[in-house]
């Protein structure tokens, strides 16, 4: 076979992506990290350059200022750790809804999960913004919810819900709950059985099995699920902007209003690298657990 | 009658936690009082009041035209993802372009969206291009994050693919893009249409890349209904809401009915033609059975 030729065209279908996720994915993190190092300015890109020539001499200024500024104000480090206890609390949650759901489908007919899994897949692609949006008419105080409860007599007067962090718990259990079960079902359905059986042969009952043999299997999906959880909850925007209130501190949406409302784009491109900093760890592990399903190992 | 198990007890309540709102939201768009809570008998007059709302459909119209072209182009660069994690082996940084396709699932939608702008505007400032922001940069901001999706999607069919058929192929001296197209492509058409389906609702659907890498005049429909949204619960939105459910629920049932068919269609063949074999008296299928998903 012609081997040039093999490999130009091996060289293409590698390339187009490739530069393509570079171009659009990768690069814009570095110009995010430049523009984090510059000042806020009046003027069309808002920010000032940090790279100038002067007297034939290349002049790179790097302002620290948002950074510092980013620890004297004591707003966003409530923010950053707002937003992680509300990813955390919340992965815990699809973790405990999601397993028991998961495993559910995985046991059940194998004509009755096709069903199953296209009920869990459906709201994924559904619009999240309406699935958030449908919670507000439930939750307000004049809501569906509060409606109901006064009307069988449980509370006397509406309980306040929509615009606590209660409420911003429920539309991310409630949005990314699918995400946690779609890889658990993927894992769990795969597990040889047999083990089942030989560990009740050998007298272990259901529980025990189920804790020694099922979950230690189970593993790559518990990581896969979390992962897409917590990561995308971290940054979270459209969740704590219309469930929470003004308490409901996420870095989400601190940055969302320095970039739109107060125009300081240096402050929210640092705001995004701390965030990313932050985030790294998990989205190698992630992208470890990934990279090992789409290659097919186990 | 077997009692039922704790996990389906779960599975049963996660599914009406899902479902319920979406129903309730339905439902109250048919709501004839203005008052969102207080029923006032059923009325379809937000429906018929959204075609007059002439900013809204243009904004409809957006999307659906920006969706369709995320859908042809995250469809093509995930199925070149998809074939290089799946069928090239080695080359050099191989790691590096797995993580780059699969970040994109998990990135904080702000992140993403704060450095593409960034990126846009350098690239405006640098060479010129994108000299206005609008429906183009939210096309390439939706495409690459659907292209992820895609390859995640047809990865996984490429994987089950029996690679013998291929081969085959290759040794009666197809060229490898005419294997491709001619033998792979066919194979995983499903799975392709399924990622189609995926991004077009995907596209549709995104509020926040689209809102930081949007310009002037190029409201897309998220973006329509999240500055409404903003102000409280409206019947009007109600309507446009149910809508969107409707439209996405039986794409989503589309790409799940695709796929379903063509595995049935394809365990069917298997099956006649081991049948066949076993008739024709051979001992032993000419073909594996593929193992079954």
Redesign the interface.
Known sequence: MNRSRLNSGRRLVIGVPFVWLFLFFMLPFFIVLKISFAEADVAIPPYTEIVSYAEQQLQVVLNLGNYLFLTEDELYLAAYLGSLKIALISTLLCLLIGYPMAYAIARARKDLQTVLLLLIMMPTWTAILIRVYAWMGILSSNGILNEFLLGIGLIDQPLRILNTDVAVYIGIVYSYLPFMVLPLYANLVKHDLSLLEAAADLGARNLASFWKITVPLSKNGIIAGCMLVFIPAVGEFVIPELLGGPETLMIGKVLWQEFFNNRDWPVASALAVVMLAILIVPIILFNRNQAKALEGKP | MRRP????L??VL??V???L??V??VI?SFNASRL??VWGGWSVKWYVGLLDNSQLMGAVARSLEIAFYTAIAATA??T???????R?PR?R?R?F????????????????G???L??F??MA?LIGWPAQRGLTTIW??H??FC?SYV??VV?ARL?ELDLSIEEAAMDLGA???KVFVLITIPMIAPSLMAGAM?SF??S??D??LA??VSGPGATTL?ME??SA??L??KPE??AV?SL??LA??L???LA?YFT?RADKRRSRAMQQALEEAGEAGLDKPLVAPPAHS
């Open positions: 198990s704790f996990s389906t779960i599975l996660g599914l936690f899902i479902y709102p979406m309730l939201l109250y969102v809570t660069l995930g070149m993802a998809a074939f290089v994690l799946t090239i080359f940084g790691t372009f797995g993580g780059l396709v699969t970040a994109p699932l998990v990135m904080p939608e702000v992140i993403t704060l450095s593409l960034l990126l505007v350098a400032q390439i901001a495409t690459t292209a390859a995640v990865s994987r060229r490898p893009w995926m609702a995907l549709l659907d509020l926040v809102s930081f998220p209904i999240f949204v903003r409280g619960v939105i109600n809401a969107i459910l996405v629920s794409f989503t049932f799940w379903r």
